[in-house]
């Protein structure tokens, strides 16, 4: 049972660029949660999705940042015009609809802005 | 979501019990007591979670006291890839409107050879 994966899991952009990061849940999994982690701090909570649908985001900040959870494919974070504040570990949790709602992590997505 | 307390850092020799200890006075009666850990760079793991009883999985054993006031994760027999740092964290069910998971700033475990 494949657990939850993120593509790329390091990414470099200049700043101004876009980036896009990608989220696969576990499998059954239909609920999806975004989180950052700047150098030498904690997680922060960002978003909260289910297919289709945001439920709560907010801990996005209002510009620049957008998450989707399409019907089919994996979610998408994505990040527009880039500054290099945006440099932090970017990983995604899911959980399943029914029963508990335990997070499960992917190993994350490394944005380094240069 | 309730906070929770923990040490910044502790040490354990290699084959011994951890104990790492949590604080959570706050506590609502709908809360679950959840563990992760994060070793160096990876994506957090979930450990354990329970609501008033002690639980015990393939990992570790969660001890919280009867006033749900604290609680202890043990890692039975320590060894050098238990080296984290460890997450308490205290959370309402989704249901009840509680999306995320807030991360402190955790224990960090130091296994000894």
């Known amino acids: 049972n494949a657990g939850v994966m993120q593509n790329p899991r390091h990414l470099v952009r200049r700043r101004g660029q876009e980036a896009r990061l990608r989220c696969s849940p576990m499998k059954g999994h239909s609920h999806v949660y975004w989180y950052r982690q700047l150098p030498e701090e904690g997680l922060k909570f960002m978003v909260y999705?289910?297919?289709?649908?945001?439920?709560?985001e907010s801990g996005m900040p209002k510009e620049r940042f957008s998450a989707e959870f399409p019907k089919e494919g994996p979610s998408i974070l994505r990040i527009q015009q880039v500054v290099r504040g945006d440099s932090a570990a970017y990983f995604c949790?899911?959980?399943?609809?029914?029963?508990?709602?335990?997070?499960?992590f992917g190993p994350g997505t490394r944005l380094t802005v240069l | 979501d309730a906070k929770t307390t923990q040490p910044p850092s502790m040490d354990c020799a290699e084959g011994r019990a951890a104990n790492l200890p949590c604080n959570h006075s706050t506590i609502s009666g709908n809360e679950y007591v959840y563990w992760y850990r994060q070793i160096h760079s990876q994506g957090p793991q979930y450990i354990i979670h329970?609501?008033?009883n002690n639980e015990t999985n393939e990992m570790a054993s969660l001890i919280i006291t009867e006033d749900r006031k604290s609680s202890t994760l043990i890692l039975p027999h320590a060894t050098l890839r238990d080296t984290a740092v460890y997450y308490c964290?205290?959370?309402?069910?989704?249901?009840?409107?509680?999306?995320?998971?807030?991360f402190g700033t955790g224990t960090r475990l130091t296994v000894i050879p």
């Open positions: 999705l289910q297919k289709e649908n945001i439920i709560d």
């Open positions: 964290i205290v959370r309402a069910p989704r249901r009840s409107g509680a999306n995320n998971l807030f």
């Open positions: 949790a899911s959980s399943p609809a029914q029963g508990t709602d335990t997070q499960y």
């Open positions: 329970g609501l008033k």
